[in-house]
């Protein structure tokens, strides 16, 4: 019989999103070492809530304590426990499958033996990042309407927040032609505008466009415009008796078999499908 409890060895990961906390104690049936040498399909963000762990073994050995944060690419190994020398190891964790635009959220300035690791936060961005783990597994778990879309919010809240602590990131606004970009597709982004449109409305050529889009961006100008495509079929597939095809010409797909691959591709499901589980 399948595991259902994630909490436990032989668990599939077979999802988009699972969320729990793990309460590590002393002699408790939870207290052995997670050993999965191949890694998994997904990425796991874990942040410690109390107490003490180790990652790895030998040469490549580590501890977490209260605050700290770890993210597991799909490729890195895993093995950790509860410290030996301490009672108890509680985190929180969150595993998911990203998506393409998330790349540069899921790149962090310090890595250790594939692991990526940060540490040493104020406790103002504990406290908030902390909340978030909170919300993601609440809100997975709940039967709210549109769950999954909110649980994914939250988690490009928490990657965007948890990248934006690390040490060589450096904020800064804008360029005023990217948002001259953003507004001109939004406004018409139900129209099958062209990358030279776009550009003579920057006064930029469209290589430049598209490689300066991309470096502020972190995605490129058909990621983001499909974005924002679909996440307005989301709402009309919801808020609407429009058939499928209609949706997909009102965001500004004109082929409706393009129109359902596209949104399988952002979203996981086909847009009937979505429709049939959101309502």
Not at 22 to 36: A, F, K, Q, S, V
Request: with cysteine; charged share 25%.
């Amino acid at each position: 019989m399948q595991n259902t409890d994630p909490l436990k060895p032989g668990y599939d990961f077979d999802a988009h999103l699972v969320a729990g906390l793990t309460p590590i104690i002393e002699g408790d049936e939870l207290d052995y070492t997670i050993d999965r040498p191949n890694g998994m399909k997904g990425y796991i963000i874990n942040i410690t809530s109390k107490g003490e762990g180790t990652i790895f073994s030998g040469e490549h050995e580590f501890h977490v304590k209260a605050g700290d944060l770890l993210l597991f690419p799909p490729s890195a190994a895993h093995y950790y426990r509860r410290k030996e020398d301490n009672a108890s190891w509680f985190h929180r964790w969150v595993y998911f499958r990203p998506r393409a635009f998330w790349n540069d959220w899921l790149n962090w300035q310090e890595e250790r033996n594939g692991v990526y690791v940060t540490s040493g936060l104020s406790a103002q961005d504990i406290e908030h990042i902390e909340s978030l783990f909170v919300d993601i597994e609440y809100t997975a778990k709940s039967d709210l309407p549109y769950r999954d879309d909110l649980a994914i919010n939250l988690l490009e809240q928490l990657l965007i927040r948890c990248k934006s602590v690390q040490p060589d990131v450096v904020c800064k606004p804008l360029d005023p032609r990217i948002i001259q970009a953003i507004n001109y597709m939004t406004q018409n982004l139900n129209q099958d505008f062209t990358l030279e449109e776009i550009a003579a409305h920057t006064c930029l050529s469209p290589s430049r466009l598209g490689h300066l889009f991309r470096d502020e961006m972190k995605m490129t100008i058909t990621q983001w415009r499909d974005d924002q495509r679909i996440s307005r079929a989301k709402q009309l597939l919801v808020t609407t008796h429009y058939s499928v095809n209609h949706i997909g010409r009102i965001v500004g797909y004109s082929d409706p078999l393009y129109f359902s691959r596209v949104f399988k591709r952002k979203a996981g499901v086909s847009p009937k499908l979505y429709r049939e589980k959101i309502t």
